[in-house]
């Protein structure tokens, strides 16, 4: 069965950084797009990056251009967001996703929560 | 951003009963739109791709239609374990974008 563990999440005041990882088991890591897609506490979803299998093209949401920094480790099965300049409207679970078009396979996410 | 509008905000529905949930697209996403099931306290589950495709594992209650613009969900006959809010998704261009939900409830 396909295992996507995230880690990293947590409280974080505004303009804090947070670095979010995802570790991969049974599952074909390096031949998927990757992406992460956050959920605000009571809202809808949103894509916010994805990452090419290589790690050659990278994509991000607006809101989040400049600020957050997607990538991924083939060798160690891992996919990570580096999260830079946090604000209030960041707060949110955080969800590693398999697919870069649709959403295959999801973690089961992590808490970012930005507050003072 | 193509921005996708799903009706009705909430659906009541007793078990049993055909369910029939409406995503709309403000541009053509051509076929390139998915389909999610969320429970409380979980993640997203894919069930539908390609706009009719359903994803490994999902019983056959479940169907989708449409392209370009308009898509409709169908549960044929709803059970206890479908009670869940169900999200819309293109695929067609970046950024990907999902529709606000519609919650599934019992009637």
């Known amino acids: 069965e396909v295992q996507l563990v995230e880690s990293g999440g947590g409280l974080v005041p505004p303009g804090g950084s947070l670095r979010l990882s995802c570790a991969a088991s049974e599952f074909s890591f390096s031949d998927y797009y990757l992406s992460w897609v956050r959920q605000a506490p009571g809202k809808g979803l949103e894509w916010v990056a994805n990452i090419k299998q290589d790690g050659s093209e990278k994509n991000y949401v607006d809101s989040v251009k400049g600020r957050f920094t997607i990538s991924r480790d083939n060798a160690q099965n891992s996919l990570y967001l580096q999260m830079n300049s946090l604000r209030a409207e960041d707060t949110a679970i955080y969800y590693c996703?398999?697919?870069?078009?649709?959403?295959?396979?999801w973690g089961q996410g992590t808490l970012v929560t930005v507050s003072s | 951003e193509i921005v996708m509008t799903q009706s009705p905000a909430t659906l009541s529905v007793s078990p049993g009963e055909r369910a029939t949930l409406s995503c709309r697209a403000s541009q053509s996403v051509s076929s390139k739109l998915a389909w999610y099931q969320q429970k409380p306290g979980q993640a997203p589950r894919l069930l539908i791709y390609?706009?009719?495709t359903r994803a490994t594992g999902i019983p056959a209650r479940f169907s989708g239609s449409g392209s370009g613009t308009e898509f409709t969900l169908t549960i044929s006959s709803l059970q206890s374990e479908d009670f869940a809010v169900y999200y819309c998704?293109?695929?067609?261009?970046?950024?990907?974008?999902f529709g606000q939900g519609t919650k599934v409830e019992i009637k």
């Open positions: 998704q293109q695929y067609n261009n970046w950024p990907r974008t």
């Open positions: 390609g706009a009719s």
């Open positions: 996703v398999g697919g870069g078009w649709y959403a295959t396979y």
